[in-house]
């Protein structure tokens, strides 16, 4: 991950896969951002792979950065990424526009709650308990 800031505007650039192992690189990334800074974007463009973990890190993200009062953008989604949020969303077919209905807050609210499900339904299954 890398941060750059630009005026009042901070760029996140992401890269390689976003999974359970990403949560903390991401969080330090915000953490880089400094206090200056109105508006975060976040660059997707390097990420291949996402899998339900991964997306839960990004809207946590997304959501602490909100609570600091920064506008979010992600942009730059790449099929895999968006084809694993049209599968936790339940949205079928090609050309689903997950990457467009990321930036709609109530969807972003349906999803982390269906990724929730989802990640604990797998932990039950390897019979781990599920996530706090």
């Keep these: 991950m ?31 951002v400094n206090t200056a800074v109105r508006d975060l974007l976040v660059d997707l463009h390097g990420v291949a792979v996402m899998d339900a973990d991964g997306l839960l890190h990004l809207l946590n993200v997304h959501r602490r950065a909100e609570g600091l009062g920064l506008r979010v953008v992600v942009s730059g ?11 936790v969303a339940r949205i079928s077919g ?16 349906l999803i982390e709650e269906r990724a929730q499900r989802a990640r604990d339904s797998a932990d039950l299954a390897r019979g781990w308990l599920p996530h706090a």
């Design 2 to 32: 890398d941060v750059q800031h630009y005026g009042s505007t901070a760029l996140i650039s992401v890269g390689g896969k976003l999974d359970e192992d990403s949560g903390l690189v991401l969080l330090e990334a915000l953490s880089a």
């Design 94 to 109: 090609p050309g689903s526009a997950t990457g467009e209905r990321y930036a709609v807050a109530s969807f972003r609210r």
């Design 77 to 87: 989604w790449q099929p895999q990424p968006q084809q694993c949020m049209a599968e």
